[in-house]
């Protein structure tokens, strides 16, 4: 799909050709009253081709496009067509558009324009009003952390989180003796080795901690002989830890923690599963998840290790907060906690954020989001890379900012409220993050 931006709007455009087909004579685009294209005609064959104004509105309901279009018009005159008309963005609110489409041998040429609504707009600060503390953004450094990337935002963001991977499969591939209770350090330290890949995620670790950086770590992927089913691929979601296996993690995970602790003067100060709720990759029921918490908890607080634990870290946060609720429940459990948090992944309503906010405020506890976007996949497909997408990210993060930390019975300070006014329109505004959001209880 390639996207042209317009004006306050931009332009979808898909086309599919056979790359066989014979070079065309000429083209012939069949489109609806309103301008929407729906085929191109080239020679003999009809080619599948679509093309759409989408309009950009607030929420997550469906965007306004063509189909929606009011007062169409259509002026034709040889080889140009020419269409106009009104698109209601929001209730009340139009949008005109003008498209113009140019058929010529062997070439068809669109153009679309946008005109948004006019109108005063007015932007005021409440700057007496107060809604939470807001931590500040963070990074993920848990993929492709050898790319410049890392090195660039290291140097010209400026963050307060930072989370990482816990490589669990380096560290311990191979049960390390038949005791968990025994550390058998010899064998941990072996695979500390210069250039490894365990050696550069520990240097990464002290690299966070030198620019200030408060640092979660995640575990991604058990090594196979901790797992229920060994011989699955590792990359498949939903693998479980074997019941048998529970005291062989704890030793695997405190073993690490104490050896960055001792060789790199690095505690982090939040350990999670990342994604526990779907097992990526690594599941936990609910009731495992809270035995997990008390179980790592207590053996962090035996060792003097500083760790708490993150509570939560879910694929999505519509109502999953109902998944952490049990260990927050548990009062051996929820001492342990050190933070709350989910990923934003496809967003979520203004209640099913406000029920996380509360959960929060019921711990006291700092509320993260670790991962922000709004599709999980976009890195692979590449379509962060499109304006729609920008706008989407933009928009979801707006909508963390407002609704995370709703609760106004509570004593919030440092984050100013914006108004903005467009006629009879009103909207209460926030700041931006990037990739990691905190809101603290006083």
Not at 8 to 34: F, H, I, K, N, Q
Not at 394 to 414: D, G, K, N, P, Y
């Amino acid at each position: 799909m390639r996207r042209f931006v317009a004006v306050g709007a931009w332009l979808a455009l898909t086309v599919a050709m056979s790359a066989t087909a014979p070079a065309p004579a000429a083209e012939v685009v069949m489109a609806d009253s309103r301008g929407a294209i729906q085929t191109l005609l080239v020679g003999e064959k009809f080619v599948p081709i679509r093309a759409n104004l989408y309009l950009p509105t607030p929420g997550w309901k469906n965007l306004a496009t063509l189909n929606n279009a009011s007062d169409a018009k259509l002026a034709a005159a040889g080889n140009r067509r020419a269409w106009s008309g009104r698109v209601e963005a929001e209730p009340g609110r139009f949008c005109r558009y003008d498209e113009v489409i140019l058929e010529n041998p062997g070439q068809v040429s669109l153009s679309l324009h946008s005109q948004p609504p006019s109108g005063a707009t007015i932007l005021t600060l409440h700057a007496v009003q107060k809604r939470y503390d807001f931590d500040g953004f963070g990074w993920n450094y848990c993929l492709g952390v050898d790319s410049p990337v890392t090195a660039y935002t290291l140097k010209n963001l400026r963050g307060v989180w930072a989370r990482s991977e816990m490589l669990l499969r380096d560290w311990e591939p191979e049960n390390d003796n038949a005791s968990a209770s025994e550390v058998k350090w010899d064998a941990f330290k072996s695979k500390d080795q210069p250039g490894s890949k365990l050696r550069r995620r520990f240097q990464l670790d002290q690299q966070l901690r030198k620019h200030g950086l408060r640092l979660a770590v995640s575990v991604w992927q058990l090594p196979n002989w901790l797992y229920a089913d060994p011989d699955r691929p590792t990359s498949e979601h939903g693998r479980r830890l074997a019941p048998d296996k529970w005291p062989d993690l704890l030793e695997c995970v405190a073993s690490c923690l104490l050896h960055e602790k001792r060789e790199y003067g690095v505690e982090p100060d939040l350990f999670s599963f990342n994604e526990p709720d779907i097992g990526v990759y690594v599941r936990f029921s609910a009731e495992e998840q809270r035995d997990l918490v008390r179980r790592a908890g207590a053996l962090f607080q035996k060792l003097g290790l500083k760790t708490r634990l993150l509570l939560g870290d879910t694929h999505s946060p519509r109502d999953t907060h109902v998944y952490a609720q049990t260990a927050a429940d548990d009062p051996q459990a929820a001492r342990f906690v050190g933070a709350l948090a989910f990923h934003s992944w496809g967003g979520a309503g203004k209640e099913q954020y406000k029920a996380w906010a509360d959960l929060a405020a019921k711990l006291r506890t700092p509320l993260l989001v670790t991962e922000t976007g709004v599709d999980p996949e976009a890195r692979k497909t590449g379509v962060f890379d499109s304006f729609s997408y920008g706008l989407r990210e933009a928009r979801m993060v707006q909508e963390l900012l407002l609704c995370a930390r709703t609760s106004e019975t509570e004593s919030f300070a440092e984050l100013p409220v914006v108004t903005v006014k467009k006629g009879s329109q009103e909207l209460s505004l926030a700041a931006r993050s990037l990739l990691t959001l905190t809101t603290l209880p006083k």
